[in-house]
């Protein structure tokens, strides 16, 4: 019998759950690319609500966090959750301590103190219209991207530059970050590297629809194939190297050219990332070997 791997979902991305988030196609074509593999492997993808009572994962020795992309709107239900799979003697991809160190864009200054080349940015526990203007001072520039310390998929970002500050009575009352707006995001695209088991598997250059500057595609956002220079696939890989955890099943690191035409690091995905199966026809067969080798 083929051993159960568990993919994670959650009530808007799963499949026939009535209303569907608007990136939920991103779900099934992952789900495609991973479950004939998985069957070649001796393995069934089951898809699952993270919601779902304990019982449902009986006989499930292993789970992918998937499309559990609701989570940051309830992180401790979550990351209880996985602490209980966990503890039940189901192997979490990643771990929870993964998901924990992950959750929290700080984890950008470990990365930066390890080396590894990052989006320079300013750290606060809030900011106003005065704080925008003092950061484009500080970093010399004209726009700046002010986000969430705790967030995904652009949520509660903004942009701001000199002729379109914030009202004057704007306030970001939350732990937040600030970073110069990097004008390469709009003009050349994001970039995506994919590593399974601490192994480069695929790129992605991912481009802004017309008039947006956020990639994803939620906002217009579209893929491109990318194969990286060696030079950028150097700088990606040194991002792995600096990570706390060695060889995660899967990460993502999301980067950014900066102007002296080096890219940093926008983001290292450890949680749910979307995997861009479309770009990386062999994300099936090494996702299903890594998950061989971790059942062993
Ligand atoms: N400093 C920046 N300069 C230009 N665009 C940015 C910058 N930071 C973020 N963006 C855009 O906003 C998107 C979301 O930001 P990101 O840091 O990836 O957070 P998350 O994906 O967790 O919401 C990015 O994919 C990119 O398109
Ligand atoms: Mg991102």
Redesign the pocket.
Known sequence: MATRIGFLACADTLPGAGERRGDAFEHDLVTAALRPAFEEAGLELVEIDWRAPLEDFANIPLVLLGTAWDYQDHPDEFLAKLEQLDAGGIAVHNPPAIVRWNADKRYLKHLAAMGAAT?PTRWLEGIDAAGVSDAMDHFAVDRV?V?RQV?????G?FSFSRSNPPDPDWTMGRPCMV????PS?VEEG?YTFFFIDGDFSHGVL?R?AEGE????SLYGGYECDYTPSPADLATASDVVEALPFARPLYCRI?M?RLPDGHLAV??AEMIEPYYYPEQGPELGPRMAAAIRVRLA
């Open positions: 989006v991207v986000k967030g995904a998929g652009g949520l970002q970073q110069p707006f990097l995001v994001e991912k802004a500057y956020r990639i994803q999301d950014a926008m983001e």
